[in-house]
């Protein structure tokens, strides 16, 4: 008889912090996406509980009665060091779904902590502590894959853990390094500051060449894919372009830079790039980090805004879109909204959406059809501001017909004793460039 397999995966008590900027709604909505985000991170959520604060400025977050709450699910002592005569905040929601097999092996808050506040709430519960932002650039730190990306988000890592070197140590403040009078912690503070400087100077060595290619695209037609994580950016990035782009069900799946031509391809051709997925209180410092990868959107012909329609809170998550593209600079780019995910939409849900959003393209993935309709409103977005002229190439000048086919649609071509006669459609600033050439 075979034993019964155990569940090692690890068990995290979530913590929402219910402040008065704060409306109920937003906050389960912020509390159902950090379960997301710790699943992604590999735990298994053990339960969940919150607790009403002014602000999450306290010595503890939470107030020591619901500090002991915790503690019952960790095995931690119940209590932190904080000076007695503090006021404690009430303990007001009970934990749901308990773990029964085992206790929590890790507390995650739903806001950001300081680093005496992890420290102080470990005190009291016994086991590691996590911020939503610790969570975010460890599932970042997890996916990277470029040596881009993954010096990007090392440089958050490091930015993050900096000020809590001192609240990580063991207490020891033993005198080390150069100088006289520089503590251990110091010292770590310093290497920090090293290794940020090197990391940085790696990355602008990366980012030149990144910037290169930019330039070269510059004049091409691109687009660049912008949403919330898990919209499905990946996924339209396959149906239109046929690459064997990483498409999973998980946040933060893609973080790398990827950039395919529209296909069939187009006369001239149309570059898609996907970018990494925005999400609520995305680190600061993450943002400042993918500064590079963010230029893909800012630098675009043509946004395509992905949204999951059949997602509740699609409009909230619209909004941080727009918010962090404010924040980068692209906010003022020519956009298409695509609302995606419409084979889990009803009809009515689609006919609201319609009348909500008439300029927007409501389609799926799944559906030829619908990558079809998007296709040629992307086509007709770079055409649109097309003049026809008819072009006689000399002999003589055969070079420049390459690069008319590269950035001009060819109607037709005939071959007459001057030289080839092309009709084409093409922007005017291409025209110029080719008459420039053929001079």
């Known amino acids: 008889m075979e034993s019964p397999q155990t ?62 709450e915790i503690a019952q699910l960790t095995a931690g002592k119940g209590h932190s060091d904080k000076e007695k005569g503090d006021s404690v905040a009430p303990s007001e929601t009970p934990v749901s779904a ?4 085992g206790l929590a092996t890790v507390v995650i808050f739903d806001c950001e902590l300081s680093p005496s506040q992890i420290r102080n709430v470990e005190t ?6 996590l911020d939503r932002t610790g969570v975010i650039i460890e599932i970042f ?27 990580m140590g063991t207490g020891k403040e033993h005198y080390a390094g150069r100088g006289s009078g520089e503590t251990g912690v110091e010292t770590e503070k310093r290497k920090v500051r090293d ?42 990035m396959r149906a239109l372009t046929g690459s064997d782009v990483l498409v999973e069900n998980k946040l933060f799946a893609t973080l790398d830079t990827t950039v395919r031509a529209l296909q069939p391809e187009t006369q001239p051709r149309i570059l898609i790039t996907d970018t990494v997925g925005f999400i609520h209180k995305l680190p600061h410092d993450l943002v400042a980090s993918f ?8 630098s675009a012909s043509l946004l395509l805004y992905v949204v999951d329609a059949a ?18 600079g692209a906010d003022k780019s020519p956009y298409l909204l695509i609302l995606n995910k419409a084979d889990c939409l009803s009809e009515w849900q689609k ?41 006689l190439v000399p002999y003589k000048a055969q070079g420049v017909i390459s690069e008319m086919r590269l950035n001009m649609k060819i109607l037709s071509e005939s071959f007459t004793a001057e030289g080839v006669r092309l009709l084409v459609r093409s922007r005017p600033i291409d025209l110029q460039r080719l008459s420039k050439m053929m001079k």
Not at 21 to 37: A, G
Not at 312 to 326: I, T
């Open 7 to 68: 569940n090692t995966q690890p068990k995290a008590l979530l913590v929402s912090i219910r402040t008065p900027k704060l409306t109920d709604t937003e906050s389960q909505e912020s509390m159902i996406e950090l379960e997301r985000l710790v699943t992604t991170l590999g735990f298994e959520v053990a339960g969940t509980m919150s607790q009403r604060q002014p602000n999450t400025f306290g010595f503890t977050v939470v107030g020591e009665g619901k500090l002991v």
């Open 98 to 101: 308990a773990a029964p097999e």
């Open 124 to 129: 009291a519960v016994g086991v590691p502590v």
């Open 141 to 167: 730190s997890r996916h990277a894959k470029t040596k881009s990306a993954r010096l990007q988000v090392e440089m958050a890592r490091q930015t993050y853990l900096a000020p809590r070197l001192r609240e």
């Open 195 to 236: 290794h940020l400087a090197e990391l940085r100077h790696e990355l602008q060595a990366v980012q030149r060449d990144e910037e290169k290619r930019r330039t070269k695209r510059a004049e091409q037609f691109c687009i660049a894919l912008v949403g919330y994580t898990n919209a499905g950016k990946s996924s339209l």
């Open 291 to 298: 500064q590079s990868t963010l230029d893909e959107a800012r």
């Open 311 to 328: 997602d509740r809170n699609f409009r909230s998550q619209l909004a941080v879109v727009r918010e962090v593209l404010a924040e980068i």
């Open 351 to 391: 006919q609201v959406l319609t009348a909500e959003y008439p300029d927007a393209v409501l389609t799926s993935t799944r559906s030829p059809e619908d990558m079809q309709n998007v296709r040629e409103r992307v086509i007709h977005f770079f055409e649109k501001d097309m003049i026809e002229k008819e072009i």
